[in-house]
């Protein structure tokens, strides 16, 4: 095929609305988190953990979450989460308007995410609760796709869980993303989210699993209500099933909020010597500046300071400076700039 026919397939395949661009970005993204995080739920169950376990979930799920943004941050920011996108749009960093786009998406690509992992691991179920879809009990796998309460957990408590661990998630990616804070080096962020739930997952998630996100409960929920699971799905629980909806959406709010009023507002106004303060917070440009001036004063000292005569440390300390010099200028400058 031509190139100019390339050209003309991919003219007329191209999207030109900008919002369809980014609906069908947070569609994949969701879609993605879900088939491989409730995949990793999924393995663990069905295998009875021989493989997999509470920390293979949370690692796999976080590594989800990460691989999700990658796919999708560069179109639509990588929301995969209607709390994140409500949270932008009281920051004023999304528009009202892309709002529902953005939440109808994600809860489609929840729901489509959950329907590949029940394919893929259809026969798996059935040998797992000898053919039938339990919401409870020592058979149940409805919680592969969505979260349920502990038998401990009150409604109130549950609430106040689901609030606090999506206003930390908020909170701290709303610090990732600030420029002029302790800024993670860019193309990093993903990476840095993961851990983050992973952190979470690992503190905060023994109530009810730490869902954090309305799209990634309700979505597979709904999924499991029509596929066998039945109606169970919304009364197990005490009722459980709009809880990972209001509290993660006021909570991320919360969390956002919580971060401009104590951090974001009090940047000030005035970036001179901004790219000097983020080299500053970095080990390794700490050590370019380093090797560097002392490479400097060892040439006002001596002319000849590479002679293999001197001392092996000055010339050691000048290849080294050389070679982050040069990294510097091309690849390392985008990473801490």
């Given at each position: ?24 970005s947070e569609f994949l993204g969701t ?53 994140v996108s409500l949270a932008m749009c ?248």
């Amino acid at each position: 095929m031509s190139r100019k026919n390339k050209r003309s397939l991919k003219e007329k395949f191209a999207l030109k609305n900008s919002l369809v661009k980014e609906a069908l970005s947070e569609f994949l993204g969701t879609f993605i988190m879900i088939t491989l995080g409730c995949g990793c739920v999924g393995q663990a169950v069905l295998s009875r953990g021989a493989h997999g376990g509470p920390m293979t979930i949370s690692v796999g799920f976080a590594m989800a979450v990460t691989t999700a943004v990658y796919v999708s941050g560069g179109v639509s920011g990588g929301h995969i989460n209607p709390a994140v996108s409500l949270a932008m749009c009281v920051a004023g960093r999304l528009k009202w308007t892309k709002l529902p786009i953005y939440i109808l998406a994600q809860f489609l690509g929840a729901f489509v995410g959950a329907a590949a992992v029940f394919g893929i691991y259809h026969d798996a179920f059935m040998e797992y609760s000898n053919g039938t879809l339990e919401v409870t009990g020592p058979y149940a796998t409805a919680h592969i796709f969505a979260t349920y309460p502990a038998p401990y957990l009150s409604l109130i408590n549950g609430f106040a869980d689901q609030v606090m661990s999506t206003a930390v998630l908020l909170l701290v990616i709303f610090a990732i993303f600030d420029t002029r804070n302790n800024r993670v080096p860019k193309g990093l962020e993903p990476v840095v989210v993961g851990l983050l739930i992973i952190v979470l997952t690992c503190s905060l998630g023994m109530n009810s699993g730490c869902a954090m996100n309305p799209a990634r409960d309700l979505g597979p929920r709904l999924f499991t209500a029509i596929a066998g699971w039945g109606m169970e799905v919304f009364t197990a629980g005490n009722n459980w099933w709009w809880v990972p909806i209001v509290a993660p959406m006021l909570g991320g709010v919360l969390g956002a909020l919580t971060y401009i009023i104590f951090i974001e507002v009090h940047h000030s106004d005035n970036q001179q010597g901004e790219e000097n303060d983020v080299y500053d917070k970095y080990e390794l440009t700490n050590m370019y500046h380093y090797l560097r001036t002392a490479c400097l004063e060892r040439k006002k000292q001596d002319l000849n300071c590479l002679n293999v005569n001197g001392p092996m440390t000055d010339v050691t300390s000048w290849i080294i400076c050389e070679v982050i010099s040069s990294l510097r200028s091309s690849q390392w400058n985008q990473l801490v700039t």
